[in-house]
């Protein structure tokens, strides 16, 4: 189990206390200081309030588990509106939206999708592109994210 994978399951158990769902966690390098990034949301979505609340109980939780063996900056975030998409619940909640798909490898020499999200079929996430439908199990997917469609 890696170092992220036993973070999520620490704090997995609050989350679903408060009805928060987990979009990502990374951590990071940055400015020669590790970042543990937490991206959450939740019904209704995730205000600035809900960022320091999570943050002092996040803190508190990772430190009384003393998973994270060096120093390190908590960051607590919304998705925000590009936000990414990872599991299977993702693609299901976000039917119909617009959405950019890069996979791992290319499929008939291209790595990059965009278009409007189907309906999953037999675990395959469905993206309806210019091209047609295309459709990707999860595991080829390199990052997928919101790609809304936003007037300036």
Known sequence: MTEISKIEAAVQPL??????????????????????????DK??????????????????????????????????????VNRVLKKERDFLRFIGQRAKVRLKTPENGQRNFRGCLKPMEAGL?????????????LDRIDEARLDPDIDL
Do not use: M, W
């Not at 989350?15 to 959450?40: I, K, N, P, T, Y």
């Not at 309806?128 to 459709?135: D, F, K, Y």
């Open 43 to 80: 019904p209704g979505g995730f205000k600035l309030d809900d960022c320091a609340y999570f943050s002092d109980r996040i803190g508190a939780l990772l430190d009384t588990v003393d998973l994270v063996n060096e120093h390190y900056v908590l960051e607590v975030s919304s998705p925000g």
């Open 15 to 40: 989350l679903d206390q408060e009805a928060v769902d987990l979009v990502d966690l990374e951590c990071v390098h940055e400015g020669g200081r590790r970042v543990l990034r937490f991206f959450l």
């Open 125 to 137: 996430v469905v993206l309806e592109s210019e091209g047609g439908l295309v459709r990707f199990p």
